[in-house]
């Protein structure tokens, strides 16, 4: 009897740990002493899978979508497919007295279904289901009119046939989650009743930030906010209480030359960006399939840009003059910003569908703040995931560095302030991890799921500048002398805040790419319908979110730097609690959505959000 059933090379169908859905997949070799073959799928994800969890091409091939059998795992299919196939459909008596439109649109709500959905059953690493919590599989096919959607649904079908669980869970937790599959399935169902045409993204959907009213305020708000704070920073006291400071005319701050400057550092970005210096990855399929590539080079870039501003510094560059024209860099900025946004609408408009983001809504003001398209590309140039951590955040460290050697000059010191420095190297630390772990990126909310518009526009090139630099900006004019034993307990605290962030940051990437890792095989996990799994153990069993706890724990350890002589320094604390609890709860959103009753036990498991047995 041969050892082995599949020989390397050949291309048979491989289940995806934790689902029951079976991918495209290559034999690479086979180990004869654990009897487990190693695959690769087509994202290049290896995995190591047992003979049982493999299947040949053909068995997909040969089945008919009526089967009868009646083992356990087929009666299960078989019921799915009824299930799904009444609520995803209309009533029979209101399709027959249904419009011709109406019927139009109905069919269009379906095909968008189709075509949301292919993705997520060929793609294992995905993630762009974020409109929809049913199971792919099991969605009804009558009017997909692509030959080919209609083989990767049969297969699909097919595949949820097959249903025996993954060896990576423990036994007992199977029963568990036979539980959640039930009740989600109930679910999905019926969501699906309610909400068939629901998941059409442009029509009827619920706006964020307070819709209309709430966008057009934050607008408006922002840049005058920004102003007013730093007017009050550069006050001799910038006590709250004090009348706050008028604002200049626009033409007061504006400067050609500043400006000028400003485009000067965009564009050796852009260079910086354009260079063929490190690794291409794929970021998560999109909805039609598509994976986008991406160059992480932001590393580089921090060097080459340190490179350059090292040697300017050594000419003699006067750095001051940014300091100086603080405000006036602050203006450019969001001139430039104000104009790119008007630029990404306009080229937004004409988009393909399926190139819109998940939160567009097709209200013009409210697509121009969240952003209309959804990875606007010039080329292979990617506007917003360029934008997201290049200009802006190797800005900020720049700026640190102005304001480290601004109070040199004003405060006549020969090295800088103990805080100065805790400041400058805390948020440098933040900015070298951000760009060390680039690929990281292509996993948040801002990349998967929101468009690139004013709201990341302002966020990428304005407010994270000139707001993150605050603290380094308050030091130069109101210096703060930090005892050793209090800057040791901050670098601690610092420490921890890191370790949290970091560790929940990787631990989830890792997961999320190979969701077999070894090295995570310890951490105990919930099955959710879509084939991706919740962690429920490790950071993610701490809390919901424990990102952003060891993010805000940072955040801490940056105002405290500061002293406790006025509030301003801790403006971007409580901005950064408010931000952070707002995205959890967009994000909490999105994950029932996502998720549906999956989500639900998480929470029951995990049920604080952010800080433990607080919030
Ligand atoms: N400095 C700043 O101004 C800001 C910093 N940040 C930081 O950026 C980082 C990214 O944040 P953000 O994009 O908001 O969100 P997260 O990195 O927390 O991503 C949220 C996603 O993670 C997945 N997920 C949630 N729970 C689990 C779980 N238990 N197991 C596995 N996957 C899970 C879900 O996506 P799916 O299941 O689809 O993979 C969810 O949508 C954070 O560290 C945050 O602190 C964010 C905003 C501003
Ligand atoms: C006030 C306003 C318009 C807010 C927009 C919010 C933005 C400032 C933030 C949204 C998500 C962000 C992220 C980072 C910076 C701030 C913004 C743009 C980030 C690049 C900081 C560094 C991190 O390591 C990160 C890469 C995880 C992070 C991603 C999200």
């Given at each position: 009897m041969p050892s082995r059933k599949f020989a390397d090379g050949e291309v048979v169908r491989g289940r995806w740990p934790g689902s029951s859905l079976y991918y495209e997949v290559e034999i690479l070799s086979h180990d004869s002493a654990s009897q487990l073959y190693t695959v690769k799928y087509k994202d290049?994800?290896?995995?190591?899978?047992?003979?049982?969890?493999?299947?040949?091409?053909?068995?997909?091939?040969?089945?008919?979508?009526?089967?009868?059998?009646?083992?356990?795992?087929?009666?299960?299919?078989?019921?799915?497919?009824?299930r799904s196939r009444s609520p995803g459909r209309p009533p029979k008596s209101a399709r027959r007295s249904a419009?011709?439109?109406?019927?139009?649109?109905?069919?269009?709500?379906?095909?968008?279904v189709e075509v949301k959905l292919t993705?997520?059953?060929?793609?294992?690493?995905?993630?762009?289901?974020?409109?929809?919590?049913?199971?792919?599989?099991?969605?009804?096919?009558?009017?997909?009119?692509?030959?080919?959607?209609?083989?990767?649904?049969?297969?699909?079908?097919?595949?949820?046939?097959i249903a025996t669980q993954y060896s990576l869970r423990p036994k007992r937790e199977e029963v568990k989650l036979k539980e959640i599959d039930s009740k989600e399935e109930k679910f999905v169902a019926k969501e699906l009743a309610v909400r068939t045409f629901e998941v059409t993204p442009i029509r009827a959907k619920d706006l964020e930030f307070g819709g209309v009213p709430g966008v057009f305020l934050i607008m408006?708000?922002?840049?005058?906010f920004l102003f007013?704070?730093?007017?009050?920073?550069?006050?001799?006291?910038p006590s709250l209480l004090n009348f706050p400071p008028p604002l200049p005319a626009l033409y007061e701050l504006w400067e050609t030359r500043v400006f000028g400057v400003y485009l000067l550092w965009f564009l050796i970005q852009v260079v910086f960006y354009l260079l063929p210096i490190g690794k291409v990855v794929e970021g998560t399929p999109l909805i039609d399939g598509r994976r986008l590539k991406y160059r992480l080079n932001g590393f580089y870039a921090f060097i080459l840009t340190s490179a350059v501003i090292g040697t300017s510094l050594f000419?003699?560059?006067?750095?001051?003059?940014?300091?100086?024209?603080?405000?006036q860099f602050a203006l450019a900025?969001?001139?430039?910003?104000?104009?790119?946004?008007?630029?990404?609408?306009?080229?937004?408009?004409?988009?393909?569908?399926?190139?819109?983001?998940?939160?567009?809504?097709?209200?013009?003001?409210?697509d121009f703040f969240i952003g209309r398209e959804l990875n606007p590309r010039i080329g292979t140039f990617d506007l917003k995931y360029f934008c997201e951590l290049r200009p802006g955040l190797i800005g900020w460290v720049v700026i640190n560095l102005v304001m480290l050697l601004a109070e040199m000059k004003i405060q006549d010191?020969?090295?800088?302030?103990?805080?100065?420095?805790?400041?400058?190297?805390?948020?440098?630390?933040?900015?070298?991890?951000?760009?060390?772990?680039?690929?990281?990126?292509?996993?948040?909310?801002?990349?998967?799921?929101?468009?690139?518009g004013f709201m990341l526009a302002f966020g990428d090139l304005v407010w994270v500048p000139f707001i993150y630099s605050f603290q380094a900006f308050y030091l130069v004019s109101h210096p703060n002398e930090v005892s050793w034993p209090m800057a040791s307990l901050i670098i601690v605290l610092k420490f921890c805040g890191y370790v949290i962030f970091r560790g929940a940051n990787s631990q989830k990437n890792a997961f999320r790419k190979n969701p077999s890792d070894p090295k995570l095989a310890h951490l105990k996990t919930i099955h959710t319908s879509t084939g991706k799994n919740l962690l429920v153990s490790g950071w993610w069993g701490f809390v919901r979110h424990p990102n952003y706890l060891g993010d805000l724990i940072m955040a801490l350890a940056w105002s405290l730097a500061c002293g406790f002589n006025h509030i301003l320094p801790y403006f971007y604390i409580i901005y950064f609690t408010m931000l952070l609890v707002h995205r959890e709860a967009r994000d909490e959103y999105h994950c029932k959505k996502k998720y549906g009753v999956a989500w639900e036990k998480y929470c029951q498991r995990v049920p604080y959000r952010i800080f433990p047995y607080i919030y």
């Open positions: 290049g994800t290896e995995l190591e899978l047992k003979e049982n969890d493999i299947k040949p091409l053909t068995s997909f091939r040969q089945r008919k979508g009526g089967s009868t059998s009646s083992s356990p795992s087929r009666r299960r299919g078989s019921r799915s497919r009824s419009s011709a439109s109406h019927q139009a649109d109905i069919k269009e709500a379906r095909r968008e993705p997520l059953i060929l793609k294992p690493f995905g993630n762009s289901i974020s409109r929809y919590n049913g199971e792919p599989e099991h969605i009804e096919r009558n009017d997909v009119p692509h030959k080919n959607t209609q083989e990767k649904f049969n297969l699909s079908q097919e595949s949820s046939y408006f708000g922002l840049p005058v007013l704070l730093l007017l009050m920073c550069k006050q001799k006291d000419q003699g560059v006067e750095f001051h003059y940014v300091y100086s024209h603080f405000l900025a969001t001139v430039f910003c104000v104009v790119l946004s008007v630029y990404l609408y306009m080229r937004s408009l004409k988009a393909p569908r399926n190139d819109l983001s998940p939160a567009s809504s097709g209200n013009a003001v409210y010191r020969a090295v800088p302030s103990l805080a100065m420095i805790l400041v400058n190297s805390f948020q440098l630390l933040y900015v070298v991890d951000a760009l060390w772990n680039e690929e990281a990126l292509l996993t948040t909310m801002d990349i998967i799921h929101d468009g690139f």
